[in-house]
């Protein structure tokens, strides 16, 4: 599968969707903690972005991201990197 470097506004959906949280409310300076964003929940973020858009990223690489622009960039860095 061809490596797709995902827009913000495709990660949002996507954690919106995963985390149960609401969409509208997420931005790059929210805190993941402030969200109620878990562990579990990112990993169930992983799991589709890796699906949707064939970037493998280990939750251990993420563990230090308390915002939701952290993450994303992490994973678009990831991205980035395989293509």
């Keep these: 599968m061809p ?3 995902p827009t913000d506004d ?4 996507i954690i919106a969707k995963e985390a149960l949280v609401d969409r509208a409310i997420l931005s790059r300076d929210a805190a993941l903690e402030d969200l ?3 562990s579990l929940d990112v990993i169930s973020v992983l799991f589709e972005v890796e699906e949707r858009f064939g970037i493998l ?5 993420l563990t230090d991201c308390k915002t ?10 990831r991205a980035e990197a395989a293509a």
């Design 3 to 5: 490596q797709i470097v």
């Design 10 to 13: 495709e990660l949002f959906d």
């Design 36 to 38: 109620g964003i878990a």
């Design 57 to 61: 990223v280990e939750e251990s690489e």
């Design 68 to 77: 939701l622009g952290q993450l994303m960039d992490k994973l678009k860095a």
